[in-house]
Structures are given as structure tokens and as C-alpha cells.
């Protein structure tokens, strides 16, 4: 069962950067497409980036021009990097497969954002 840990989260101020990580304990990503996803408080967990098996990228328009998601197939690591962090950007964040697989579901790692 291959299993998937989030970091790098932290705490920033608005117009900040940060750069999350996704280790994959199989190599999934060269078979399925990969997104972040996030939660924030009350709201139900949203798709933001996505990469397919063939390393096409899409994006939600929350985040667009902001975030890229990328993924280094050697490392067997996902990864996703915020720029121009603003407050509505502070969720917990994941990554999973596309659509989703439930039992790939990890611990997420904290993003927030203060203005």
C-alpha cells in the first residue's frame, strides 16, 4: 500500500512563499495524475493543482499564476510551490491521486497565511 507524507507547511505573511513536498512511498506518479489539495475551517477540501501522467499541469483559479505543482519522478516526491501567499490561502494541505483515492489520505501539513 503505498502511502503519501506531506511537509513543509509553516507560517507566512501575505505576499510570502512556501514550497510543500509529497513523498510517496511507490512510484505512483508516472501511472496516475497527482493534485494538492487543501481544507480550510468549514469548507470542504478543494482540488488546487493537478499533474498528469504526462506532466500536463492545471489549476484552479484561486491559485492560478500563484502556485506550480511539480513532481520529480527519481525522488518519488510531489511537490508545490506558493508564491504571493495570501490569507484565503491558509488551509491544511494534501496531495492525493486524481480523482482521489481514499486510502491514500495523509496527515496534510498546515499552511497559514496572516495578513
Known amino acids: 500500500q503505498v502511502q503519501l507524507v506531506e511537509s513543509g507547511g509553516g507560517s507566512v505573511q501575505a505576499g510570502g512563499s512556501l514550497r510543500l513536498s509529497c513523498a510517496a512511498s511507490g512510484n505512483i506518479f508516472t501511472i496516475h495524475a497527482m493534485g494538492w489539495y487543501r481544507q480550510a475551517p468549514g469548507k470542504q477540501r478543494e482540488l488546487v493543482a493537478t499533474i498528469l501522467a504526462d506532466g500536463y499541469t492545471n489549476y484552479a483559479d484561486s491559485v492560478k499564476g500563484r502556485f506550480t505543482i511539480s513532481r520529480d519522478s527519481a525522488k518519488i516526491t510531489l511537490y508545490l510551490q506558493m508564491n504571493s501567499l495570501k490569507p484565503e490561502d491558509t488551509a491544511v494541505y494534501y496531495c492525493?491521486?486524481?480523482?482521489?483515492?481514499?486510502?491514500?489520505w495523509g496527515q496534510g501539513t498546515q499552511v497559514t497565511v496572516s495578513s
Open positions: 492525493n491521486r486524481v480523482p482521489v483515492y481514499p486510502n491514500y
